[in-house]
Structure formats: C-alpha cells, structure tokens
C-alpha cells in the first residue's frame, strides 16, 4: 500500500496510547505535509495556540505560488499518494473505532482540524481535509459524535 500502510497506522495507534500529544501533532502534521505545505507545527504552537491560530500560521508559510499540490498533481506517484492518502485515513478511523477513536481527545481535535482547514483561504487545505473527511468510515464516525 505505499507509504501509508497497515503498520504506518498500527504503529500510530501505539504512539498515541503512549503519548497522545505527541501522536495527535503528527497526525496533524501529516494533513498539513499532504496539502503540500512544508510549515512546521512545532509542540509548543500545538500546547499554546487555538488550532485556528496553528491554520493561519500554516496559511502564511503555504508557497501558492505555483498552485500545484500533492492531490491534483499528475503522474503515477501523485494517483497513488491520493489513493494511499484516503485508505489511510479510513483505515485509522476504522481500527480505531473500538478503542481510541471514542477518546473525545482525539475526535475533538480531528474534527476541529479538518473543519478549519476545510474553510481554510488555501485551497489546497481545503481540498485535503474535505477529501480526509468524506472518507466513508470519518463520515460515519462524525454523524455520530
């Protein structure tokens, strides 16, 4: 499955029981990399600011410049990172969905990501999270919550 795998989510999943700061900021990190944006959160923005503060940071480090971004790339790489992208999503919200995934934390937090980058100005944040939460399994997890 690529570079989003089975292990990547497994291994996540452990991560977080350990710290769940820690695995929630690369969780994070990784939707803010997959829009194509190489601004970094670091722990300290993630313990001080509001998560819509830690979007206009990132919005402010976006290079727009060329508007390309992972997800409307051509070429074989870029089909597959979609693809590789939405089962990892779906996968980590599925096996979560008996254990972690009801720790208010995490949903909490996931929603209010994808919510604000999903109004973000930046359309390629828009795009990434919109695809992130139309995944089937998120979907069913968020009419719940």
Not at 105 to 126: C, E, H, K, P, W
Request: hydrophobic fraction near 40%; charge should be neutral; aromatic fraction near 10%.
């Amino acid at each position: 499955m690529g570079f989003f795998s089975q292990a990547t989510v497994d291994e996540w999943i452990e991560n977080y029981k350990v710290n769940r700061d820690t695995a929630l900021l690369a969780l994070m990190q990784l939707f803010i990399s997959s829009a194509g944006c190489k601004g970094k959160i670091t722990p300290d923005m993630q313990s001080s600011m509001e998560q819509s503060a830690i979007i206009r940071k990132m919005t402010e480090e976006f290079d727009e410049e060329s508007g390309e971004y992972p997800l409307i790339m051509t070429g074989q790489q870029w089909k597959k990172f979609k693809n590789n992208f939405c089962d990892f999503v779906g996968i980590l919200v599925k096996q979560c969905q008996y254990s972690i995934i009801y720790d208010q934390y995490l949903m909490d937090n996931v929603i209010s990501l994808l919510t604000g980058l999903s109004d973000s100005q930046v359309r390629a944040f828009r795009h990434t999270a919109t695809l992130a939460g139309m995944s089937q399994h998120v979907m069913k997890k968020l009419l719940r919550h």
